[in-house]
């Protein structure tokens, strides 16, 4: 894994529930004293700003990038093709940076498997920590954690980033 974060993607497919799960898992994560940041893919053309702010007037405007700041946290808004690697080398003090979506990538991850919306899992077996589901499924070698245990699925992340710390 070499030295940096940890890396895992929470993927499945759309309306699974992996916002639901990161929304869930991030305070179990932060009460562990891990830095968690999260980067999400859009499929979609997204608003970087609303319209009525003055960012986003700036980039309706023309502006090529902006940025806005209040001494406790900023953001920064950039026209620029980009992906995930260089989004997460904006994260070096992070512990954790989970990835949202991603489900065909190479990056490990934890699937959310929801019935009613998917039926089985899209993720290549090799690249899942663990498949957070309520079907009674089973992969060969893989753990299946119960849909709504953020308490347990971030036991496993936690679990994961000491691992990846103790090989660098």
Do not use: C
Request: charged letters at 25%; aromatic letters at 6%; glycine letters at 8%.
């Amino acid at each position: 894994m070499g030295k940096g974060p940890a890396i895992a993607a929470v993927s499945g497919v759309k309306n699974s529930g992996k916002t639901a799960l990161i929304e869930a898992m991030l305070p179990h994560l932060t009460a562990a004293g891990l830095r968690v940041a999260v980067i999400k893919h859009d499929g979609h053309r997204f608003l970087p700003e609303p319209p009525d702010t003055d960012t986003g007037r700036f980039l309706a405007a023309g502006a090529w990038g902006t940025a806005i700041f209040d001494g406790e946290k900023y953001k920064v808004v950039r026209r620029e093709v980009v992906d995930e690697a260089a989004l997460i080398a904006q994260f070096p003090e992070a512990d954790l940076i989970l990835l949202e979506g991603f489900k065909y990538s190479a990056w490990p991850k934890l699937e959310v498997v929801r019935a009613g919306n998917s039926a089985a899992p899209v993720s290549d077996p090799a690249t899942l920590l663990a498949l957070v589901t309520d079907l009674p499924l089973e992969v060969p070698g893989v753990p299946i954690l119960p849909l709504g245990d953020a308490e347990g699925a971030a036991a496993l992340l936690i679990r994961y980033v000491k691992e990846a710390k103790a090989r660098e």
